[in-house]
């Protein structure tokens, strides 16, 4: 229980601390400088997981895949808090309707919001998995509406609303894996470790039809195509800093329940049925958020469709079960996605607007931001030589191997469409004719956050070699420490 | 005529379901909302007695004073405060909605088997669940305002609660109490965004929301 506890600490200080309306003043540096604590302890205290090789078999436990994921979002919920302790308190004074209370309770809700997060990872039992995905949710609804205009209010409707019904589906999907279980003796269970020996015994009409309600629901949860209808409108009219949690960070958590199901798929015997389902539904996630790409008027929203297409790729490497790399994407998504949000953040402050039609020379205005963006959407886009590129090619070669031509081929044209819709947009930004007047001097200091990302995904690109993927493939099949 | 308890109060909370499809007053609605889950509740306790586990009795009292009091109470006083007494439905006029509810009810009824667990014996209440699950979102597709879509999502988890219960040995509790908090303050939340909404936009009909369309 101790590892559980020693990881919540920190976010739960920042909860408590964020109830009082007094500290407002300092509570974002301190926020941010508790953060970077957190990452290092949260790496210490997942690191025993590769000496191990025993089962999870309780309620909440960390395995592989939870480690990984586990890191992945305290470096992106470090990231956000980081870049929050300047951008926040600088919006301030524009932004009447947040008051210090208002204020501060942002600070609770993000708090509880890592916590939520940090249970999808670390619950190994499916009933608590739906617990804390669903807790996700309504914290993050919230935080969506943290600049109480309408759209952000609108947003937040649609957000709750569609993903909650989704997520309901996913919980009669778990009752149903559990209604499943009819055919053994004894009650049925919810512990993954006992449901994958149970698999192959199982009921398989009712697995399989749980299993496709879960998909249903996470992935709404996910932005799988034509379920993400909610995702562009929730992760561009939020603040920067939670729109980079919700892309970073929460998409992941999406995404791990799929794979945990997946593997339970696997363990049924029923491979089969989870490529049918995973591959396609990737490929033309992958296309259609790269057709959706083409037109677009705002920035954050087209980094929102960005990361739909993400999570199409990702989707595939769960598909054909590639799961080091399904890790790997994840991070290298994260890292840039999470950059690009932030410096969007920070442009929108300097400008006023996030309309692609009135942001232009940035590179006259701020030349670092500038570069760093046009950076950042070229590792977006998966160019080398950074992370995501690598990661990109690597999960093209087993789509092939595995014998999956046409969702290949998709996913390259898909991959094409992107590549020159983003740069094509992001290069009207950086370029074109500067402003006459901006809101304020840029500050030197907000390009530190992405920076530092940004020369993450670069080592994570030249750092891939086979030591480094068999670490990964490591990762994915360890069951971890029980707790 | 052998049904059990169990089997009509599955029924009838189905019937409720359709019934509602067609009700215009909020607070018709509510109650009927507070009705169905009140049939929830019966259906537990009724399994708590047949088979001697303290657990379902427990679930039943929790059910009945979170989902069929509290919950149906705060909308109401959320509907009153916000002037909300009637909903007439986007298109499709109530009264077609209800038979569009009557047919998926049929439909569920044959297609039962399809989903249920034969060895537990409950195979009608499996179809009443996903009868349940249905109606409520012909209730959330067929309503404007964002509270009846509130009360459509509840259908929903109505319906997914009775197949738990009749479709399972009995799901384990702290789940199932996570299940109810996680519903409370799902409600709760999406009650402080209706009174957002109505205090921007002046009204709280979500087919008038327009903003984000492209």
């Not at chain 1, 909860?15 to 926020?31: E, Q």
């Not at chain 1, 299993?211 to 996910?222: N, P, S």
Request: overall charge positive; proline content about 4%.
């Amino acid at each position: 229980m101790n590892t559980l506890l020693l990881l919540v600490i920190i976010p739960l200080l920042i909860a408590l601390t964020g109830l009082f309306s007094r500290a407002a003043r300092w509570l974002p540096r301190v926020a941010a400088g508790l953060m970077l604590v957190q990452l290092p302890v949260v790496i210490w205290l997942v690191l025993p997981v590769l000496s191990q090789s025993g089962s999870v078999a309780t309620n909440l436990g960390i395995d592989g895949i939870g480690a990984a994921f586990l890191v992945i979002t305290t470096l992106v919920a470090t990231a956000a808090f980081c870049q929050a302790a300047w951008l926040l308190p600088a919006e301030r004074p524009d932004e009447p309707l947040i008051t210090d209370k208002r204020f501060t309770m942002f600070y609770t809700l993000t708090g509880l919001f890592i916590i939520a997060m940090y249970g999808v990872l670390l619950a190994q039992n499916l009933g608590y998995m739906w617990i804390a995905m669903e807790a996700t949710t309504l914290i993050s609804a919230t935080l969506i509406h943290y600049h109480r205009t309408r759209k952000a209010l609108e947003a937040t409707w649609k957000y709750l609303l569609l993903c909650s019904v989704g997520i309901a589906f996913a919980l009669l999907g778990t009752i149903m894996i559990v209604a499943a279980q009819h055919t053994i003796p004894g009650e049925g269970t919810m512990h993954l470790d006992t449901l994958m020996q149970r698999a192959a015994q199982c009921d398989p009409r009712l697995l399989r039809l749980g299993f496709i309600l879960c998909l249903l629901g996470y992935g709404t949860k996910a932005g799988i195509f034509p379920l993400h209808n909610w995702l562009p409108d929730a992760h561009s009219e939020a603040p920067a800093p939670v729109s980079a949690m919700l892309s970073g960070a929460l998409l992941n958590c999406a995404l791990v329940a799929i794979w945990r199901l997946s593997q339970l798929m696997h363990a049924a015997g029923q491979d089969h049925l989870v490529s049918q389902l995973l591959v396609p539904a990737g490929a033309i996630t992958v296309i259609a958020a790269a057709l959706m790409l083409i037109r677009q008027h705002d920035l954050k929203r087209m980094w929102a469709y960005s990361s739909v297409e993400h999570v199409g790729i990702l989707l595939l490497a769960i598909g054909i079960r590639a799961g080091p790399l399904f890790i790997l994407h994840a991070l290298n998504h994260s890292l840039v996605k999470v950059a690009l949000f932030l410096l969007a953040g920070s442009i929108l402050h300097l400008y006023g607007s996030k309309s692609l039609r009135k942001l232009k020379g940035l590179v006259v205005v701020a030349p670092v931001w500038g570069g760093l963006l046009l950076a950042g959407s070229f590792a977006i886009a998966g160019s080398p030589p950074f992370g995501t590129f690598i990661s990109e090619w690597l999960i093209l070669r087993d789509t092939i191997t595995a014998h999956e031509y046409l969702a290949a081929g998709v996913v390259v044209t898909g991959l094409a469409i992107t590549t020159i819709a983003v740069i094509n947009h992001v290069a009207r930004v950086v370029f074109g004719k500067a402003p006459t007047r901006v809101l304020e001097r840029p500050h030197k200091s907000w390009a530190l956050v992405p920076a530092v990302l940004l020369l993450f995904s670069l080592v994570a690109g030249l750092a891939v070699t086979p030591p480094v993927i068999s670490l990964l493939t490591k990762l994915a099949q360890v069951g971890g420490i029980a707790q | 005529m052998d049904y059990s308890w169990l089997d009509i109060l599955a029924a009838s909370a189905a019937l409720l379901g359709v019934w509602m499809c067609g009700v215009i007053r909020i607070r018709t609605l509510l109650a009927g909302l507070a009705l169905q889950v009140a049939a929830m509740a019966g259906i537990t306790l009724y399994i708590g007695l047949v088979t001697h586990v303290t657990h379902f009795l427990i679930l039943a009292v929790v059910v009945l004073l979170v989902k069929a009091i509290a919950i149906p109470w705060y909308l109401a006083w959320a509907a009153k405060q916000l002037e909300t007494r009637e909903d007439r439905g986007v298109t499709v006029a109530p009264t077609l909605t209800m038979i569009i509810g009557l047919a998926i009810l049929a439909t569920c009824y044959f297609g039962a088997s399809f989903i249920a667990v034969p060895s537990l014996g409950n195979v009608g209440a499996a179809g009443m669940a996903a009868a349940l699950v249905l109606l409520g979102m012909l209730l959330m597709i067929g309503r404007r305002l964002a509270i009846s879509q509130v009360i459509g999502f509840l259908m929903m988890e109505n319906g997914i609660f009775l197949y738990g219960l009749t479709q399972t040995p009995g799901m384990p509790m702290l789940v199932e109490m996570g299940v109810i908090f996680d519903v409370l303050v799902g409600v709760l939340v999406s009650g402080l965004v209706i009174f957002r909404l109505n205090r921007s936009f002046e009204h709280i009909d979500v087919t008038q929301f327009r903003g984000l369309r492209h």
